[in-house]
């Protein structure tokens, strides 16, 4: 097991590299100025300047090693647009942001996702399963841009004297519910679907049989039996779903002016920032990893079949 | 068993409703909304501003926040003339190519030091300097000496010593130019040419201009900033004209995001949207929030001279827009049809403007029609930059069916920003026929917008090139009086759209801007031309 | 975003198992005696008629034809131009000569989400495609070859897994300069083939092991017979499954990216550009972005419906309570 761990661990050091160099050359390819943001032209001499002062005048595998080693040293240098920020910095200050919406998101499509494909497999094929699926699909299928301006005009328009609730801004709690909302139906969805179909499947299993045969209540079946083992295929999921929300979160963010890293990543990339848009790719990567790390090795100890298959 | 799931979801949907009801009556993130009269009001920046560094500020946001926490030597009045700010007086030499400031003496920097003439020559010899590596550099580049230091590789220091810029003593700033620039006190208002204190850029270095460490010298100073999120203004008691100014403090948030701006204006979160999106303008324009004001800028469409070398071809194309059309129905902000390239506002308008008969407001398509027939070769297949903006596609799809009319075969192609700008150059990519593009007055004169077409200039993306219109904008250069120089712009405007014009450029119209404003300090609030907001002379009052 | 087959439980049973496992109910109603096999059926006819029995899958797959009959055919036969600016009828909502309403150019909104529909599924579709192209490529490689090239094949793919999806097509339609179809597919495809890859590597790991292959290997059967009458027909209904689960992530990906800015060019539109044109509007006009929206959101229906109808079609083992 520990032997497991150590080799996954060790294998993110590549990949991080890996990581780097592929965001590196891509930036490059993309043609734009950095330093040019208005209609109006740079002259020569200022252009020269700046590429001096960036170190961008050098060639571009002697950039690269440079790069790699402020990264090493959590270096994510300058930014080349915010002229008086570095990268670590910002993403200092715009991280949690981000970092808040996603586990509220996720915390949301948990609590309320898995008791309801709970609900429904219990009562599969009568009314509850059926509306609850209902909701299910539709907060799956509905684009998150919808939901959150359907939030928006709801909560705010219409229904604006009873419920205060901001809809801009990331700053009192208030603020949070909405964005956590849209971004999270989706995930709650999935998750509720997700349930659903394992519950029922193990429900079928013998041991359920067994037990039941027993004649435990039914409560101890669920919970102890049923509900253990049903969740390994959403902790399975909840790496991709992880994913989901860092991509979902650009638009929430832009939506719901949330000054999070998402809305920074597209700005930065327009803008041709390049050490912001390094920056920010390298950490999104470290989290993928780090996330898909832990979800496997948490399927390792949860599934016990798998760790000889393996 | 039963109970318990159900129970479950019961509580979690009850549980929910408890939160949000507990939530209502909480109030929003501290602003106004119709609240009492106390002299704090919330604004909206619209984006983070990219740098608050005088020397490296280079767009509106950040010179809207500098203006007003700074102390400019001079500002720009209701007509956009000069007048004395910081400093008092100025002499101007009899060969017009010396500039002498003469400051006040009561100007203080937010850290008790004095503000001196030492430190707007340190300020701006910093800008220049190639370390700094200044985006605006060359705003100075019309000072003895200025453009040599900035591209210096060697001996950068004796460089810095021949520039034009000397503090003759503490309030005295004597500045050498190359030429006589009658609008150089003008160009002085600009943020560019602001002081920053020495001591505090030294200790800093880059992060100086962070809330905790910024030193300013204005009306306000910078209590708050949070990037990216929200940053505040409050009254700085110690200003030397601190009774004048009436507002206590300005929360300052930072939604870019038009619908949400508006959105948060209705909710009572903000008391002045920055602009408004085109599609909420027919709901607000009879609001008693909405508010317009003239703007310096010309929105245009270049043409490729060189892809589009048949003049009746362009004078077609320019005819053929119904500029009335986009204005009601697109831009839907009361804009006004553009009948030259020099917007309206501009002084010397009415010597300058040609009402030119190629850009009628309304469009005149059968005039079109037939100057097209005329056109021996035409280029029908016209490939149409823009960027990806709101607003600029709405419009180009219009100008696309309209061209059509004409018998071209207009593609829009849309690229996001850099890599828009890459391809206009200049030169412009071969594969550009025509293009979108604005531009908005950086100093108020006519020389701003007509300098853009000389041969050589980096604004000019489309290939046109006249040495005589070179040769006339050399000329105005040198022209004190500015009676006799507005003949000369009319002269280069006639160029362009007279009857012989080149038409290498189709304007459209000319910048307005709108916004969203409390009743209450609808009437204190004044934005000018320049798109800036002076908040040293707004106040609230009950409204009428 | 995608739900992998893991969810029902791994696989599918081998051929020759289920042959003798049930049988479809003949249409005909032939009468048998009792005990003996009715027809040979093949794996597609069993599945085909399970398919037929759940009602919400075949809702679900008319309802989707509808909708791809919908795009190809009304904008040949739409009396609208969908290019044609008419101001007069800005922003309308739904009325009887405009089912859908008219958008802020006066273009009629029924014709042009169907000729956005043609681009959002086209694109789908064809990133999809692109995705299991690669995906099984790789898969099938690594799966198949097994011990040192599956071991290296892999971690490369765990590195490239780190890859964030959306700020790496952010940067490829940067490259390419906005939207236009294909490079939209490419955006859309480069960083999401890799479950894919997992999923099918997985599979014919999984059925490479299997008693029947060993089997056939005993009889003296030759890779690529083995290859093609048994693990191929298995792993394609797996694939036909993968392809109806990546489609909404990939619909909802383009629709972000439009959403953000980065889509299509006018005047042409999918259903993303549209939405995002509809959202400034939201006060005075909702039906422009509800519209499209609902577009996406019936798609994905459509595509989970029918995912989980095959899915139940093609593995017997799951059954209803």
Redesign the interface.
């Known amino acids: 097991m520990t032997r497991l761990i150590i080799r996954r661990v060790l ?1 993110t050091v ?3 590299l ?2 780097i160099l ?2 590196f050359l ?2 490059r ?15 020569e ?2 252009q ?3 590429e ?2 960036y170190g961008l005048d050098d060639p571009w595998y002697v950039q690269y090693v440079r790069y790699v080693r402020d990264v090493a040293t959590f270096d994510l240098g ?1 930014s080349l ?6 990268v670590n ?2 993403v200092r ?2 991280f949690p942001p981000s970092l808040e919406l996603g586990a509220l998101a996720m915390l949301f499509a948990l ?2 996702g898995i ?2 494909g ?2 429904a497999a ?1 009562r ?2 009568k009314w509850p399963d059926y509306s609850a699926m209902v909701v299910a ?2 907060g ?4 998150s ?2 939901v959150a ?1 359907l939030l ?2 709801f909560f ?2 219409r229904w ?1 004297d ?14 949070k ?1 909405l964005p956590t909302i849209a971004l999270g139906l ?1 995930p709650m969805a ?1 998750f509720a ?2 349930t659903r ?2 519950v ?2 193990t ?2 299993q013998d041991y359920i049989r067994t037990a039941r045969a027993k004649g435990l ?3 101890r079946v ?1 919970v102890v039996h049923t509900l253990r083992n049903s969740l390994i ?1 959403v902790v ?2 909840a790496g ?2 992880l ?2 929300l ?3 979160s ?2 929430i963010e ?4 949330i ?1 999070g890293i998402g ?4 700005t930065a ?4 920032d390049y050490s912001v ?1 390094m920056g ?2 390298v950490l ?3 989290i ?2 780090i996330a ?1 790390m832990v979800v496997d090795i948490l399927y390792g100890i949860l599934d016990p079949r798998t760790r000889e298959a393996r | ?1 039963r109970i ?3 129970a ?2 019961a509580a ?1 949907i009850a549980g929910s409703f408890a939160v ?1 009801a507990a ?7 501290g602003s106004n909304g119709g609240g009492p009269i106390d002299q704090v009001i919330t604004i909206n920046w619209g984006t ?1 501003p ?4 005088p020397g ?1 500020a ?2 509106t946001t950040s010179a809207d926040v500098l203006l007003n926490i700074m102390d400019p030597l001079v500002k720009l009045g209701d007509d956009l003339e000069p007048v004395p700010n910081l400093a008092k007086s100025w002499d101007i030499s009899q060969d017009g190519k010396t500039v002498t400031f003469h400051l006040r003496d009561d100007g203080r920097w937010t850290n008790g030091d004095p503000v001196t003439a030492h430190d707007f020559e340190w300020s701006w010899k910093r800008t220049i300097s ?2 700094l ?3 605006y ?2 705003q100075f580049f019309g000072i003895v000496g200025a ?1 040599e230091y ?2 210096c590789e060697s001996g950068c220091a004796a460089m810095r010593d021949k520039v034009g810029i000397k503090a003759l003593d503490d309030t005295t700033l004597r500045v050498e130019l190359t030429s006589p620039q009658p609008w150089f006190v003008q160009q002085v208002a600009h943020t560019s040419f602001l002081a920053v204190n020495r001591a505090t850029v030294e200790k800093y270095g ?5 809330a905790g460490n910024i030193v300013t010298d204005g009306p306000f100073r910078l209590a708050r900033w ?5 940053l505040d203004l409050a009254k700085w008691n110690d200003w030397r004209n601190a009774d004048t100014v009436k507002l206590k403090r300005i929360n300052g ?5 038009g619908t ?2 508006v ?2 204006y ?2 009572g ?1 903000i008391d002045m949207t920055a602009g408004l999106p085109p599609e909420e303008l027919p709901r607000l324009k009879d609001t008693d929030a909405y508010s317009q004001y003239p703007g310096l800028g010309t929105y245009y469409y270049g043409l490729n001279v060189k892809t589009i070398p048949d003049v009746n071809q362009r004078r077609a194309m320019a005819m053929a827009i119904d500029r009335r059309t986009i204005i009601d129905n697109i831009a839907q902000a009361d804009q006004l049809p553009a009948t030259g390239f020099t917007p309206q506002g501009m002084p010397g308008f009415d010597e300058i403007n040609p009402d030119s008969q190629w850009l009628p407001a309304a469009g005149d398509i059968d005039q079109a029609k037939e100057l097209m027939s005329k056109v021996a070769n035409p280029n029908k297949n016209i490939s149409l930059l823009i960027n990806d903006s709101p607003g600029h596609r709405e419009i180009a799809v219009a100008v696309q069916a309209m061209w059509k009319e004409l018998g071209l075969n207009v593609t829009i192609r849309q690229q ?4 828009f ?4 150059g ?1 030169p412009p990519d071969a594969s550009v026929d025509a293009y979108r ?3 908005i007055g950086d100093y108020v004169d006519a020389m701003n917008f007509l300098e853009l077409w000389t041969c050589k200039s ?2 000019n993306n489309s290939n046109y090139c006249d040495p005589s219109y070179d040769a006339l904008v050399a000329k105005a250069r040198q022209t004190e009086d500015n009676t006799e120089r507005y003949k000369i712009y009319a002269q280069l405007e006639d160029k362009l759209y007279g009857e012989n014009g080149a038409v290498p450029i189709v304007p459209i119209y000319w910048y307005t801007y709108v916004q969203l404003e409390r009743p209450t300090i609808k009437d204190s609030l004044n934005v000018n031309l320049l798109s800036q907001t002076d908040y040293s002379k707004v106040e609230e009052v009950e409204p009428s | ?4 087959p ?4 791994v696989g599918l049973a081998p051929l020759r198992q289920r042959k003798e496992r049930r049988y479809p109910t003949p249409p005909d109603g032939v009468q048998t005696d009792a005990g003996a096999p009715i027809r040979a059926s093949s794996l597609w006819r069993d599945a085909w008629y399970r398919y037929i029995r759940n009602r919400a899958a075949v809702i679900a797959g008319v309802a989707f034809l509808v909708l791809v009959a919908y795009c190809l055919i009304w904008p040949i036969v739409s009396p609208y131009d969908p290019y044609a600016v008419d101001f007069s009828q800005a922003s309308d909502g739904p009325s009887l000569a405009h089912p859908f309403g008219t958008d802020q150019f006066g273009r009629d909104l029924f014709t042009r989400t169907a000729l956005g529909g043609r681009v959002s599924i086209g694109i789908g579709f064809a990133a999809t495609f692109v995705i299991l192209t690669i995906g099984v490529t790789y898969g099938a490689i690594a799966g198949f070859l097994g011990g040192f090239v599956d071991n290296g094949l892999m ?1 490369v793919l ?11 097509a ?3 339609l ?2 390419f ?1 906005g939207g236009n179809f294909w490079t939209m597919v490419v955006a859309l495809s480069i960083a999401s083939w890799f ?1 894919t890859a997992r999923i099918v590597r997985g599979q014919i790991i999984t059925l490479k092991e299997n008693d029947y292959v060993r089997a056939a290997h005993a009889v003296g059967a030759r890779w690529l017979r083995v290859l093609g009458r048994h693990l191929l027909p298995n792993t394609l209904g797996v694939l036909v499954i993968a392809v109806f689960l990546e489609l ?1 992530g990939v619909i ?2 383009e ?2 990216l439009s ?2 800015g980065l889509g299509i060019s006018p005047p042409d539109a999918s259903w993303g550009s549209m ?1 995002q044109d509809g ?1 400034r509007a ?2 005075t006009a ?1 039906h422009i ?2 519209v499209p ?2 577009a ?6 459509c595509a ?2 029918i995912a989980d109808g095959l899915r139940d079609a093609l593995d017997p083992r ?4």
Not at chain 1, 30 to 40: A, K, V
Not at chain 1, 81 to 86: K, T, Y
Request: glycine share 8%.
């Open positions: 294998w590549p990949v991080i890996l990581v592929m965001t891509l930036m390819q993309i043609e734009g100025n950095p330093f040019r943001h208005s209609e109006r032209a740079i002259p001499s200022i020269r300047n700046l001096a002062k300058p647009v915010l002229r008086n920020r570095d910095d910002i200050e715009h609590v309320f008791p309801l709970l609900l219990l599969a094929n699909n539709v799956f299928a509905v684009p841009f919808l301006t928006i005009y705010a328009v604006g009873i419920f205060d609730v901001p809809t801009s801004g990331w700053d009192t709690w208030q603020s519910i989706g999935y679907r997700l179909g394992s029922l499947e429900l079928q209540r039914r409560r669920v295929p399975t999921a991709p779903i994913g989901f860092i991509t979902g650009f638009v832009q939506i719901f002016a000054p809305r920074y990543y597209v990339v327009t803008a041709r848009v920010l790719t999104l990567a470290m993928v990893i898909n | 068993m318990t799931t159900r479950l979801v979690a949000l939530g209502c009556g909480g109030g929003g993130a983070e990219p740098s608050l560094d490296l280079t767009d190639p370390d590596a200044a985006d550099a060359y453009s900035n591209s880059n992060k100086w201009t962070e949070d990037h990216n999120s929200r948030r930072m939604i870019s995001e949400t701006a959105q948060a209705e909710a979160e996001e920003w850099a890599q700008l890459e391809f206009l200049p593009l604005g531009w980096g604004n | 975003m995608s739900s992998t893991q969810e029902h439980g971690r765990d590195a490239l897994y780190g890859l964030p999806y959306l700020p790496f952010i940067i490829v940067a490259i300069g479950t909404p909802l990906g629709a972000f959403f953000i939405a959202y939201y006060r909702p972005i509800i929206s609902v996406i959101a019936y798609l994905i229906l989970n419906f799951t059954r209803e309570t």
